[in-house]
Protein backbone atom coordinates (compact mmCIF):
# COMPACT_ATOMS: atom_id res chain seq x y z
CA UNK A 1 0.00 0.00 0.00
CA UNK A 2 2.06 2.95 -1.39
CA UNK A 3 -0.45 5.64 -1.53
CA UNK A 4 0.88 8.85 -0.91
CA UNK A 5 -1.51 11.34 1.33
CA UNK A 6 -1.47 15.18 2.07
CA UNK A 7 -2.56 17.11 5.06
CA UNK A 8 -5.80 16.97 4.10
CA UNK A 9 -6.18 13.44 3.02
CA UNK A 10 -8.52 10.87 4.71
CA UNK A 11 -8.15 7.52 5.76
CA UNK A 12 -9.30 4.63 8.47
CA UNK A 13 -7.49 3.53 11.04
CA UNK A 14 -8.24 2.13 14.96
CA UNK A 15 -6.16 0.52 17.37
CA UNK A 16 -7.29 -1.09 20.25
CA UNK A 17 -6.76 -4.21 22.72
CA UNK A 18 -9.73 -5.64 20.46
CA UNK A 19 -7.42 -6.52 17.43
CA UNK A 20 -5.46 -9.84 16.88
CA UNK A 21 -2.49 -7.88 15.92
CA UNK A 22 -2.86 -5.39 18.92
CA UNK A 23 1.02 -4.76 19.81
CA UNK A 24 2.83 -6.71 16.98
CA UNK A 25 3.66 -3.34 15.27
CA UNK A 26 5.99 -3.14 18.44
CA UNK A 27 7.50 -6.12 17.58
CA UNK A 28 10.47 -6.94 14.90
CA UNK A 29 11.04 -3.35 14.19
CA UNK A 30 13.86 -0.96 14.37
CA UNK A 31 12.72 2.14 16.63
CA UNK A 32 14.98 5.51 15.79
CA UNK A 33 14.93 8.26 18.44
CA UNK A 34 14.84 11.57 18.43
CA UNK A 35 16.58 14.07 20.87
CA UNK A 36 13.25 14.91 21.73
CA UNK A 37 12.04 11.57 21.96
CA UNK A 38 15.10 10.91 24.47
CA UNK A 39 14.65 14.10 26.50
CA UNK A 40 11.11 12.87 27.08
CA UNK A 41 11.75 8.97 27.50
CA UNK A 42 14.36 9.27 30.36
CA UNK A 43 12.03 11.88 31.68
CA UNK A 44 9.23 9.92 32.43
CA UNK A 45 11.62 6.50 33.48
CA UNK A 46 13.05 9.42 36.06
CA UNK A 47 16.28 8.19 34.52
CA UNK A 48 19.45 10.66 33.40
CA UNK A 49 20.38 10.93 29.95
CA UNK A 50 23.23 9.14 30.12
CA UNK A 51 21.06 6.10 32.48
CA UNK A 52 18.90 6.14 29.72
CA UNK A 53 21.31 5.61 26.64
CA UNK A 54 22.78 3.02 28.16
CA UNK A 55 20.03 1.08 29.56
CA UNK A 56 17.71 1.69 26.43
CA UNK A 57 19.23 2.85 23.57
CA UNK A 58 21.94 1.32 21.04
CA UNK A 59 23.87 4.26 19.15
CA UNK A 60 24.78 3.23 15.45
CA UNK A 61 26.47 5.70 12.93
CA UNK A 62 25.61 6.27 9.46
CA UNK A 63 26.55 5.18 6.73
CA UNK A 64 25.91 8.35 4.79
CA UNK A 65 26.74 11.24 7.26
CA UNK A 66 29.07 9.66 9.42
CA UNK A 67 27.20 10.67 12.54
CA UNK A 68 25.19 8.86 15.31
CA UNK A 69 21.96 7.64 15.20
CA UNK A 70 20.11 6.57 18.50
CA UNK A 71 17.81 3.57 18.56
CA UNK A 72 15.76 1.75 20.88
CA UNK A 73 16.95 -1.56 22.40
CA UNK A 74 14.62 -4.02 21.92
CA UNK A 75 14.00 -6.99 24.37
CA UNK A 76 16.53 -9.95 23.70
CA UNK A 77 13.26 -12.79 22.77
CA UNK A 78 12.07 -14.16 19.67
CA UNK A 79 10.39 -11.36 18.63
CA UNK A 80 12.63 -8.67 19.32
CA UNK A 81 9.86 -6.72 21.64
CA UNK A 82 9.96 -3.53 22.19
CA UNK A 83 10.62 -2.68 26.14
CA UNK A 84 7.41 -0.99 27.04
CA UNK A 85 4.89 -3.09 25.30
CA UNK A 86 2.52 -5.32 27.30
CA UNK A 87 -0.52 -7.15 26.82
CA UNK A 88 -2.50 -3.96 28.12
CA UNK A 89 -0.11 -1.46 25.53
CA UNK A 90 2.36 0.70 25.66
CA UNK A 91 3.76 1.72 29.06
CA UNK A 92 4.80 4.80 27.88
CA UNK A 93 2.26 5.79 25.78
CA UNK A 94 1.59 9.31 26.77
CA UNK A 95 5.63 9.87 25.91
CA UNK A 96 5.85 7.54 23.32
CA UNK A 97 8.40 8.04 20.23
CA UNK A 98 7.45 9.68 17.14
CA UNK A 99 7.59 7.52 15.08
CA UNK A 100 4.94 5.81 17.37
CA UNK A 101 3.05 8.53 17.14
CA UNK A 102 2.98 8.69 13.18
CA UNK A 103 1.86 5.17 12.76
CA UNK A 104 0.63 3.78 10.15
CA UNK A 105 1.80 6.51 8.93
CA UNK A 106 5.27 7.51 7.53
CA UNK A 107 7.32 11.03 6.12
CA UNK A 108 8.06 10.81 2.83
CA UNK A 109 8.82 14.22 1.83
CA UNK A 110 7.64 17.28 3.01
CA UNK A 111 3.43 17.18 3.61
CA UNK A 112 3.59 14.22 1.68
CA UNK A 113 2.69 11.06 3.74
CA UNK A 114 2.45 6.83 3.03
CA UNK A 115 1.42 4.03 5.02
CA UNK A 116 4.03 1.85 6.54
CA UNK A 117 2.00 -1.27 6.88
CA UNK A 118 -1.01 -3.32 4.87
CA UNK A 119 -4.50 -4.60 6.03
CA UNK A 120 -3.25 -7.88 6.11
CA UNK A 121 -0.41 -7.23 9.00
CA UNK A 122 -2.16 -4.25 10.52
CA UNK A 123 -6.05 -4.98 11.51
CA UNK A 124 -6.76 -1.70 12.35
CA UNK A 125 -6.96 -0.88 8.72
CA UNK A 126 -10.17 -2.62 8.30
CA UNK A 127 -11.60 -0.11 10.86
CA UNK A 128 -14.55 2.25 10.20
CA UNK A 129 -12.98 5.56 11.86
CA UNK A 130 -12.34 7.74 9.75
CA UNK A 131 -8.82 10.71 10.01
CA UNK A 132 -7.77 13.08 7.56
CA UNK A 133 -4.01 13.42 7.97
CA UNK A 134 -3.57 16.69 9.67
CA UNK A 135 -6.76 15.33 12.43
CA UNK A 136 -4.61 12.26 13.27
CA UNK A 137 -1.54 14.08 13.40
CA UNK A 138 -3.16 16.61 16.19
CA UNK A 139 -4.76 13.61 17.99
CA UNK A 140 -1.00 12.06 18.24
CA UNK A 141 0.55 15.08 19.25
CA UNK A 142 2.67 15.13 16.53
CA UNK A 143 2.39 19.22 15.71
CA UNK A 144 4.25 19.43 19.18
CA UNK A 145 6.85 17.11 18.45
CA UNK A 146 7.80 18.74 15.01
CA UNK A 147 7.45 22.73 17.16
CA UNK A 148 9.96 21.03 19.28
CA UNK A 149 11.82 19.43 16.93
CA UNK A 150 11.96 21.88 13.92
CA UNK A 151 15.35 23.01 14.84
CA UNK A 152 17.26 19.45 14.58
CA UNK A 153 15.31 19.48 11.30
CA UNK A 154 17.03 22.46 10.36
CA UNK A 155 20.15 21.57 11.41
CA UNK A 156 19.99 18.02 9.89
CA UNK A 157 19.47 19.47 6.37
CA UNK A 158 21.76 21.88 6.34
CA UNK A 159 24.70 19.09 7.63
CA UNK A 160 23.19 16.87 4.26
CA UNK A 161 23.89 20.11 2.39
CA UNK A 162 27.88 19.65 3.26
CA UNK A 163 27.85 16.37 1.42
CA UNK A 164 30.54 15.30 3.69
CA UNK A 165 30.79 12.13 5.64
CA UNK A 166 31.80 13.10 9.02
CA UNK A 167 34.90 10.89 10.05
CA UNK A 168 36.40 13.07 13.26
CA UNK A 169 35.56 10.48 15.75
CA UNK A 170 35.34 13.91 18.60
CA UNK A 171 32.61 15.09 16.50
CA UNK A 172 30.80 12.39 16.42
CA UNK A 173 31.23 12.30 20.34
CA UNK A 174 29.89 16.20 20.62
CA UNK A 175 26.91 15.57 18.50
CA UNK A 176 25.65 12.69 20.05
CA UNK A 177 26.14 14.53 23.36
CA UNK A 178 24.75 17.84 22.43
CA UNK A 179 21.52 16.27 20.48
CA UNK A 180 20.82 12.63 22.67
CA UNK A 181 22.73 13.27 26.07
CA UNK A 182 21.77 16.61 27.55
CA UNK A 183 22.35 15.93 31.33
CA UNK A 184 26.15 15.48 29.99
CA UNK A 185 26.10 18.59 27.50
CA UNK A 186 24.68 20.72 30.85
CA UNK A 187 27.78 20.07 32.79
CA UNK A 188 29.60 20.72 29.40
CA UNK A 189 28.49 24.07 29.18
CA UNK A 190 28.80 24.78 33.01
CA UNK A 191 32.00 23.51 33.75
CA UNK A 192 34.32 23.99 30.82
CA UNK A 193 34.87 27.08 29.02
CA UNK A 194 31.96 27.28 26.53
CA UNK A 195 30.57 30.66 28.70
CA UNK A 196 33.53 31.92 28.44
CA UNK A 197 34.30 31.75 24.89
CA UNK A 198 30.26 32.15 23.54
CA UNK A 199 28.77 35.09 23.93
CA UNK A 200 24.94 33.45 25.51
CA UNK A 201 22.27 35.77 26.82
CA UNK A 202 22.21 35.86 30.97
CA UNK A 203 18.54 34.71 30.58
CA UNK A 204 19.37 31.80 28.41
CA UNK A 205 22.08 30.75 30.71
CA UNK A 206 19.75 30.75 33.72
CA UNK A 207 17.34 28.99 31.75
CA UNK A 208 19.25 26.07 30.40
CA UNK A 209 19.96 25.16 33.85
CA UNK A 210 16.75 24.11 34.30
CA UNK A 211 14.75 24.28 31.05
CA UNK A 212 15.62 21.10 28.85
CA UNK A 213 14.22 22.43 25.68
CA UNK A 214 16.39 25.34 25.81
CA UNK A 215 19.37 23.58 26.45
CA UNK A 216 18.47 21.19 23.94
CA UNK A 217 18.23 24.07 21.32
CA UNK A 218 21.37 25.69 22.52
CA UNK A 219 22.86 22.26 21.94
CA UNK A 220 21.43 22.36 18.65
CA UNK A 221 23.14 25.85 17.62
CA UNK A 222 26.26 24.82 18.63
CA UNK A 223 26.31 21.87 16.47
CA UNK A 224 25.47 23.96 13.69
CA UNK A 225 28.31 26.68 15.03
CA UNK A 226 31.03 23.98 14.47
CA UNK A 227 29.87 21.88 11.44
CA UNK A 228 27.86 24.19 9.11
CA UNK A 229 27.12 28.08 10.47
CA UNK A 230 29.85 29.83 12.27
CA UNK A 231 26.72 32.81 12.71
CA UNK A 232 25.02 30.66 14.80
CA UNK A 233 26.87 31.17 17.82
CA UNK A 234 28.42 34.39 18.71
CA UNK A 235 31.91 34.28 20.09
CA UNK A 236 32.71 36.95 22.75
CA UNK A 237 35.00 39.88 21.68
CA UNK A 238 37.53 39.20 24.17
CA UNK A 239 37.93 36.15 22.57
CA UNK A 240 38.24 37.15 19.33
CA UNK A 241 40.97 39.81 20.19
CA UNK A 242 43.16 37.24 22.24
CA UNK A 243 43.57 35.35 19.02
CA UNK A 244 43.91 37.67 17.04
CA UNK A 245 46.82 39.06 19.42
CA UNK A 246 48.35 34.84 19.43
Known amino acids: MKETLAAGDKFKFSCHKGLSCFGQCCRNVNIFLTP???LRLKNRMKLSSEEFLSKHTTTLISQISGLPVVALKMQDDENRSCPFITPEGCLVYTDRPWSCRMYPLDMESEEKYHFITDRSFCRGLNENREWAVNEWFLDQGINDYE???????ELSANIKLLRQKVEN???VQMFHMACYDLDKFRRFVFESRFLDTFDIEKEVVEK??????????LGFKWINFGMVDKKALKIKDEVLQD????
Open 36 to 38: YDV
Open 147 to 153: DKEAPFK
Open 169 to 171: DKI
Open 208 to 217: IKTDELELMK
Open 243 to 246: KKRG
